[in-house]
């Protein structure tokens, strides 16, 4: 009997600590590399399918666990990564990618 209380314990103890993660809400800019805003831009949680895009404004808002790291997006922009830390709010400007991809349609 003092095993099977031991087991539901255990169970207990490991049930309260994965559910209990730390859930934040972190909100922020995307700006391009001239101070504008991105509007679209892509904010997603590294190794999930947890994303969203900024509003027109380049504003954005998600929920992620602390020490996530967001993955910051747009096409024709450097990808940023951000480590959630104990502040609310990140803020980041995307370098233009100067690499072009060129492609050349032909037509007979």
């Known amino acids: 009997m003092k095993k099977l209380y031991f087991f539901l314990s255990l169970i207990g103890m490991f049930t309260f600590s994965v559910g209990n993660a730390q859930q934040k809400t972190v909100s922020g800019t995307v700006l391009d590399d001239l101070g504008g805003p991105l509007p679209g831009a892509t904010v997603l949680e ?8 900024t ?5 954005y808002s998600i929920e992620v666990s602390e020490g996530a790291v967001l993955e910051i997006s747009f096409m024709g922009y450097q990808t940023s990564s951000q480590t ?4 609310d709010s990140i803020s980041v400007s995307l370098e233009a990618d100067n690499e072009l991809d060129e492609v050349i349609v032909s037509g007979v």
Do not use: A, H, R
């Not at 590294?46 to 895009?53: A, D, E, F, R």
């Open 46 to 53: 590294k190794g999930t399918t947890n994303g969203v895009s």
């Open 55 to 59: 509003d027109f404004d380049g504003n």
């Open 84 to 87: 959630v830390g104990s502040s």
